[in-house]
């Protein structure tokens, strides 16, 4: 497939992106992140989430990933960004392209835990582990973590390394 940039991709794509969430708990100056374990995203750490189940709205589904994969319940989350990716490079029909919810929250009942899936760790925010993450991270995790809101798009090539992005808000 020839190059082409972002918005070009973006205005050019005619099936909706898929519906996911990501959920970051924050207390004091730290942010648990979990490291994936198995499947989409495996060896990076990120905040918890996923797609929805059938019938089940975005909020439902933040929620639900949270109980099962660190065990806990998420209470009075904040929706704090919205993230369109875009994998030119991988077929349409894997469904990577996507956008995503991203959902803080400071209360919750349970304590993280490990699963099959995730790995939870608290970090303080000056040390999150950038490198180990997905590009775009460094990017707008820090400005919801201040308190921003974030509206942006990104595009991955091959080797899933970011190659264009734009932030709309």
Same mark, same amino acid.
Request: proline share 6%; aromatic share 10%; hydrophobic share 40%.
């Given at each position: ?15 909706? #992106? ?6 970051? #708990?924050?207390?004091?100056?730290? /942010? #648990? #992140? ?109 400005? /919801? ?25």
């Amino acid at each position: 497939m020839e190059h082409m940039n972002l918005k070009e991709y973006e205005a050019g794509l005619d099936t909706p #992106l898929r519906q996911a969430t990501i959920l970051l #708990l924050m207390r004091g100056d730290e /942010v #648990l #992140l979990a490291m994936k374990k198995r499947g989409f995203g495996v060896g990076k750490w990120n905040g918890v989430g996923g797609k929805p189940n059938p019938g089940e709205d975005i909020r439902e589904a933040a929620i639900r990933e949270a109980e099962e994969e660190i065990m806990i319940t998420p209470i009075n989350m904040q929706q704090v960004g919205e993230l369109n990716f875009y994998f030119p490079s991988a077929p349409l029909e894997n469904g990577w392209n996507q956008q995503v919810l991203v959902f803080l929250t400071t209360d919750w009942t349970g304590e993280p835990q490990e699963t099959e899936e995730m790995k939870p760790s608290w970090f303080k925010i000056s040390e999150i582990p950038y490198g180990d993450m997905w590009d775009d991270d460094v990017i707008w995790m820090p400005k /919801v973590l201040a308190g921003e809101t974030v509206k942006a798009s990104f595009m991955f090539g091959e080797n899933e390394k970011m190659e264009e992005h734009y932030i709309s808000s």
